[in-house]
């Protein structure tokens, strides 16, 4: 892949795992790539399972956590899927969360070191998308990769980052659904769904500098809060909604829908005519 911008169409799936043929069936509703979250393994030996299946489907990591595993294992891994599957693999990391590291240190400093050990194992910029939130992380993933997949955040946190990261960058905003038209239904599994986050200062930050309240993002969460990062309603309004991200700037959207892995690519298929796919 070149240094240009990835194409990965304008909606994707994000989930914590999917199987090839859950991926085989999210290609043909018309989704352009699927997004696997939970800081896998170096290894990332489940990713050409998935892409032998498919024929078009992008697959990107969201994200490889910087400090479970090495640039060096990375690189290799990122090299032997390129080689098989030219094009169609996008390596999303990110620092994780200082409460969960002991060896944290400075996201900037840490995120640094690591693009450059990338850099020295021959991993392109334009095939690689850093996790960001912040001011400084986020004109960070621009200078020093494709781009941004920010995380838990809005429209408005996707018009900033576009105004920072500015036209060229690639802007990937995940952001999560429940298929519900009951609001009292939607919180609570979206409640559920943020529950760790609350605990994550910079989720925390990020929020605030959104404009949210300490009380929005104490625990449990606001209802404006949730409101704000979880989308939900009939499906033409959850579609809208995660439509405000491509017209505030964003590439493309990973839309989390908050279901069972079996119920995965059903809720998909119900969103795929809304959205245009």
């Given amino acids: ?137 986020l004109t960070l993933s621009a200078r020093r990769s494709a781009g941004a997949h920010p995380y838990l955040t809005t429209p408005e946190h996707t018009a900033q980052a576009r105004a920072l990261i500015g036209p060229e960058a690639f802007l990937a905003p995940e952001h999560k659904a429940v298929l519900t038209t009951d609001p009292e239904q939607a919180r609570a599994v979206g409640r559920k769904a943020l529950d760790i986050y609350l605990n994550l200062q910079n989720y925390l930050n990020s929020w605030k500098r959104l404009g949210f309240t300490d009380a929005d993002v104490a625990r449990p969460g606001s209802d404006r809060l949730v409101d704000a990062v979880v989308a939900y309603g009939t499906r033409e309004a959850i579609a809208a909604r995660l439509t405000e991200h491509l017209d505030a700037g964003a590439d493309h959207v990973p839309v989390q829908v908050l279901t069972s892995p079996d119920k995965l690519v059903p809720a998909l298929a119900e969103l795929a005519g809304p959205l245009g796919l």
């Fill in 1 to 137: 892949m070149s240094d240009t911008k990835p194409d990965l169409g304008r909606f994707g799936s994000f989930s914590r795992g999917v199987t090839p043929q859950q991926a085989k069936e999210i290609e043909a509703l018309g989704y352009g790539a699927v997004w696997v979250g939970g800081s896998p393994p170096a290894e990332l030996d489940w990713v050409e399972p998935i892409l032998e299946q498919t024929t078009t489907l992008k697959v990107a990591t969201g994200i490889v956590n910087i400090w479970t595993a090495a640039a060096g294992p990375v690189a290799e891994s990122f090299h032997r899927i390129e080689a098989a599957y030219p094009g169609r693999f996008i390596l999303g990391i990110g620092v994780g969360h200082p409460e969960a590291h002991q060896q944290y240190q400075k996201p900037i400093d840490a995120l640094t070191t690591y693009l450059d050990k990338l850099d020295e194992y021959g991993v392109p910029k334009g095939s690689r998308v850093v996790a960001a939130l912040g001011p400084k992380v």
